[in-house]
């Protein structure tokens, strides 16, 4: 079993930062990567930014330049910074990790952080 245990959301104006952090308890898992999406009432689930365990990172276009991910493999844990935050970046931030158990693969969330931007 992999449980996400999501830190660091809370309010913030317009052009602020915030820091995300992540962390995964596994016991027997290989967390292969672990990312953030974020989702506000009525709209779908949208990917943020994700890094493997190699540190080979993506993120969203809307957030490049902004945003960064990182990762300490000996913690499990993955950050997400967030600076030059917007109004429309308002969401509830979930962390993601996928993980390996011998041969199969499963997918965990977290609980969810809330990211509130004010104009």
């Known amino acids: 079993q992999v449980q996400l245990v999501e830190s660091g959301g809370g309010l913030v104006q317009a052009g602020g930062s915030l820091r995300l952090s992540c962390a995964a308890s596994?016991?027997?898992?290989?967390?292969?990567?672990m990312g953030w999406y974020r989702q506000v009432p009525r709209k779908q689930r949208e990917l943020v930014a994700v890094i493997t365990r190699g540190g080979t990172a993506n993120s969203a276009d809307s957030v490049k330049g902004r945003f960064t991910i990182s990762r300490d493999n000996a913690k499990n844990t993955v950050y997400l910074q967030m600076n030059s935050l917007k109004p429309e970046e308002t969401a509830v931030y979930y962390c993601?990790?996928?993980?390996?158990?011998?041969?199969?693969?499963?997918?965990?969330w977290g609980q969810g952080t809330q990211v509130t931007v004010s104009s």
């Open positions: 993601n990790a996928g993980a390996r158990l011998g041969v199969s693969d499963y997918e965990y």
């Open positions: 596994v016991s027997g898992f290989s967390i292969v990567a």
